[in-house]
């Protein structure tokens, strides 16, 4: 553009490095359909959007992968309950207006998955978090709810062993475990 209007060169030049530009956009468009990386299409996309150096097409085509690939990446994430990558692919589905119906199973995977986490931590904290400031009623399954607030209440009453006791007791269990595996191996 500087070019063009201080017309520092020639214009058979400018013409071809928009013609490079444009093919650089589409290579990279092309090589983000081919890995199937939702960030890095929706990178490539942009910048062939609005730079204007991409063929209308190629641009169509990637921005027609975006929300199989989100979708992907939700379910993935929901089938490992892979708990830092659910928060954000739920983001990205409620961003691209993904199905309600996916976006809600999401959610209820990402908030039970919380739940069950936060108990089986035995983490005061964290529970009351969540039970006060998510949506874990509308999401969440009830039953992991009604645990968790019952975990809750005996842990603000001081009945149940707080994590740092869990996980002594487990190392514990662990290392006697181990010495009698051991005794065992030697006799």
Known sequence: VTAEEERIV?????????ALSSALAEI???QAVDKRDLR????AIATAVREK??????????????????????RQAM????LSSLGPA?????ELKLPESLIKEARTVLETERLRKATEQKNLNWLRSLLTLSE???????????????????????????VASAAASAAASAAS????ASATASA
């Open 136 to 162: 874990v009623d509308e999401f969440a399954a009830s039953a992991i709810v009604t645990e968790a607030r019952a975990l809750a209440a005996e842990l603000e009453r001081g009945r149940v062993p707080r």
């Open 40 to 43: 890095q299409l929706r990178c």
């Open 79 to 82: 089938e490992h309950k892979v």
């Open 53 to 74: 150096v991409a063929e209308v097409a190629a641009i169509e085509e990637a921005e027609a992968l975006v929300p199989v690939l989100a979708t992907e990446k939700v």
């Open 177 to 180: 475990s181990a010495a009698s």
């Open 10 to 18: 020639e214009a058979s030049m400018i013409e071809e490095a928009t």
């Open 90 to 94: 739920i983001f990205i589905a409620q």
């Open 28 to 30: 990279l468009l092309r």
